[in-house]
């Protein structure tokens, strides 16, 4: 269970082995044994014997900002995995497996957004549709062909995906009403109402993808496939490429195709943001499709346990432990 604050002035307390989370609206109680995870969405206040029950329980309390993304969170001191791990992210970085793990990330990415176009025309006996879906993938057979070092792989590699992305989203206009989407993807600002969903949805779905990175033990600073910055977490922005379609997509693109994002979901400043109403609805959108539970190797699991479980493959990748790492790609 995720608890969500979205009041300001709201104010979470411990009281025994619940969480209290109180406003001028309501006070609610949770049970600390059933929260994963506290996503905190207006200025708040917070107890610190709040903090110290989620650090024992292992619940992260997580900070989004207007466009979902998130800017702090809290977890405990003890991090999972050891030094062995960071050792290895490190060094891998410039060997053959820092250029296979790039060439994996856009690889699952682009079969991503092929197969979702693909399972959308099929749906909707749409031939255009489909035919984006087929351009995109005969676009995934050049990444096996791009060599060099990994500053050379990495640009080739961008703008393949940047390629890709222009015509899945392009396409995306067949299915979306032209009043909620502009046919091309905006960011920072998104300029309407679908590219502020997806764009939120990315930003609670990149908290995600950074806590499978810290509690596997990896650094999520370190990435293989975007460029180290200062501030930014490079490998989030790796890992988080394998899940964009599977998951914030797919429930964005359900909520709007089926009319049940209106225009007074979101609000315009300087840009188009989800207000209170749009927040929930992309949430709970978030939460049902982290939830939802699909095959994966054999076995019926959740998507938030297929996120981590990516991050542990990777880990026993760079470990040595797995000769390969094998990207998640989701076929409809």
Request: charged share 30%; proline share 3%; glycine share 8%.
């Amino acid at each position: 269970m995720k608890v969500v604050i979205d009041d300001y002035g709201a104010y979470l307390k411990k009281k025994g082995n619940r969480f209290i989370v109180s406003s001028e609206e309501k006070s609610e109680e949770f049970a600390s044994d059933k929260v994963t995870q506290v996503i905190i969405l207006k200025g708040s206040a917070i107890t610190t014997d709040a903090v110290k029950l989620a650090a024992e329980k292992c619940i992260d309390i997580i900070c989004l900002d207007r466009s979902g993304k998130p800017y702090a969170r809290i977890y405990p001191c003890k991090l999972g995995g050891t030094t062995l791990t960071r050792r290895n992210q490190l060094a891998a970085y410039s060997t053959s497996k820092g250029v296979f793990l790039a060439k994996a990330f856009v690889g699952a990415k682009v079969e991503n957004m092929s197969y979702f176009l693909k399972s959308l025309a099929k749906s909707r006996g749409n031939s255009v549709l489909k035919e984006a879906g087929n351009l995109i993938l005969k676009f995934s057979k050049n990444i096996d062909d791009v060599e060099g070092n990994i500053d050379t792989v990495r640009n080739r590699l961008l703008g393949i995906e940047g390629e890709c992305s222009k015509t899945y989203f392009s396409a995306l206009s067949e299915v979306l009403p032209k009043g909620l989407y502009s046919g091309v993807r905006t960011r920072r600002p998104p300029r309407d109402a679908f590219n502020a969903m997806i764009s939120y949805g990315y930003g609670v779905l990149y908290s995600e993808i950074e806590k499978a990175c810290i509690i596997s033990g990896l650094d999520p600073y370190l990435g293989f496939l975007h460029t180290d910055r200062y501030g930014r977490p490079s490998l989030v922005m790796d890992l988080i490429e394998e899940f964009r379609q599977p998951v914030v997509d797919r429930a964005m693109v359900t909520l709007v195709a089926r009319g049940q994002v209106e225009k007074d979901c979101v609000k315009r400043e300087e840009g188009v943001y989800l207000n209170k109403k749009g927040r929930k609805m992309a949430i709970e959108a978030m939460m049902s499709r982290l939830e939802s539970k699909i095959k994966y190797k054999g076995r019926r699991i959740s998507m938030e346990d297929i996120i981590l479980k990516q991050a542990r493959e990777l880990v026993g990748f760079l470990n040595g432990d797995r000769r390969s790492y094998k990207p998640f790609v989701y076929r409809w």
